[in-house]
């Protein structure tokens, strides 16, 4: 079976890979607030990890990742429910054989995807930050891109049974979300909170009544300059997927930036307010989780909604993430040193639901700025929530949890007293800062 995929233009494609190459600066960005939020004894070894994660989930997407995904308009195997075909899984080969005959949008998704799924992959460091391995960083990666990912990926971009609930179901156009708010950062943000629950808590968080202490991020220009970075990034993110998964015209990529960018501003202050207003002082990490969780809802719906809208998308997401953050640590005694739980899977499920309360697409035949609110797009987008909640949440757990079962994730207790940089790479990110030895003592 083959899925129709959207016609590009020469320009479209080559503005497709120009917002793919800066999509990396998302990942770059992550690995500062992840490492900012840790404690200094694991900094290098939070980047080390960031960059052993992507690269195995990289390779592991090439090997069979793609092949699992697809793209739309290629093999795909499918079942059939009432008289309608459902696609379940794509049938590309693997070790991305035969890819330059499929053509440039197959290629482009190819491209993307590896980026993407890195992306998806350093997500849960933050969660795990101060005592996740670093082996076990990269085996959990390889799970993540061979299996989480490009499955869901295939039923949201490349013509699987979420998206066809639009042609199959009449539920507006299929489950809707341009820029991975989904594909990415919920099931990403799933996966952190899958190693949340399988390696515990930081030794030393919760007292034996439960109350937890504060472990204050070691670097704050770290936090606050990785924001700046991501939302970079977040712009290709968002402007490639458009264009490549539902052939959004180039054009829309000053539309597509202006909302990402408001969405990050109104999520962010959001969160400076509320934290004002509940401590008396703005709070340097909830506001950059805030920001972080205003790029993750924009994604959705980024090129169908307005830039209004898009503020009360990016604010609400602001308020969501701050308020989940205290909810996750205090009532669910989830130690989340990065929040990235809250961001990013909270901050997704936000922004897909959102696209069905605010998306308008264009109406067919009408003149250009006719738009209209698909019918039945709400539903779709539920349907893509319990599925995230439903079938990704337990499968990502599955697979974490066997991991677990053959190579312990957590590092031994002498690990995590003293450093992840010393006891796994042999050396601080900051050696100035080890007490001196002998030699400095001698006179």
């Not at 340097?284 to 169908?304: D, E, I, K, M």
Request: with cysteine.
């Amino acid at each position: 079976m083959r899925s129709p995929s959207p016609v590009l233009s020469d320009a479209a494609i080559v503005l497709c890979l120009v917002f793919i190459f800066l999509v990396p600066f998302a990942g770059a960005g992550l690995a500062l607030i992840n490492t900012g939020l840790g404690r200094s004894r694991s900094a290098a070894h939070m980047m080390m990890c960031s960059l052993c994660a992507f690269s195995a989930s990289a390779l592991a997407y090439f090997v069979c990742g793609f092949g699992f995904q697809g793209f739309a308009g290629g093999p795909m195997h499918a079942f059939q429910i009432g008289g309608r075909e459902w696609s379940w899984l794509g049938a590309q080969p693997f070790l991305l054989r035969h890819l330059a005959q499929s053509g440039w949008p197959a290629m482009l998704a190819a491209l993307l995807g590896l980026i993407s799924v890195g992306l998806a992959a350093l997500i849960p460091l933050g969660t795990g930050a101060d005592r996740w391995r670093l082996g076990a960083t990269c085996f959990s990666a390889v799970l993540l891109a061979a299996f989480t990912y490009p499955l869901f990926a295939h039923w949201v971009w490349a013509g699987g049974w979420l998206a066809q609930l639009g042609t199959n179901y009449g539920l507006g156009v299929g489950f809707l979300d341009a820029g991975g708010a989904s594909t990415i950062q919920a099931v990403g943000g799933l996966t952190a909170l899958s190693i949340a629950w399988i390696i515990g808590a930081r030794r030393g968080k919760y007292s034996p009544e439960g109350l937890p202490a504060a472990i204050p991020g070691h670097n704050t220009v770290f936090i606050i300059f990785g924001c700046m970075i991501a939302l970079v990034g977040w712009w290709g993110l968002n402007s490639a997927g458009a264009i490549l998964f539902y052939g959004i015209p180039p054009g829309y990529a000053v539309l597509i930036a202006i909302n990402t960018a408001l969405s990050a501003a109104a999520a962010g202050l959001a969160a400076a307010l509320v934290t004002y207003s509940r401590f008396g002082k703005p709070d340097a990490s909830l506001t950059a989780n805030g920001w972080v969780g205003g790029l993750v809802a924009s994604s959705a719906a980024c090129p169908f909604v307005q830039p209004a809208e898009a503020v009360v998308i990016g604010a609400t997401a602001g308020i969501l993430v701050t308020l989940f953050v205290e909810w996750f640590e205090l009532r669910m005694s989830i130690d989340d040193p990065s929040g990235s739980i809250s961001a990013h899977a909270i901050g997704g499920l936000w922004g897909v639901l959102a696209a069905g309360f605010f998306a308008r697409l264009p109406v067919p035949g009408a003149p250009a700025g006719v738009t209209r609110a698909p019918s039945g797009q709400l539903l779709a987008q539920l349907v893509g929530i319990a599925t995230l909640i439903g079938f990704v949440l337990p499968l990502t757990y599955g697979l974490n949890w066997t991991l677990n079962r053959f190579y312990p994730q957590r590092v031994a207790a002498e690990g995590e007293r003293q450093g992840m940089d010393l006891y796994e790479l042999g050396a601080g990110a900051y050696p100035e800062l080890v007490t001196h030895g002998d030699e400095f003592s001698q006179r």
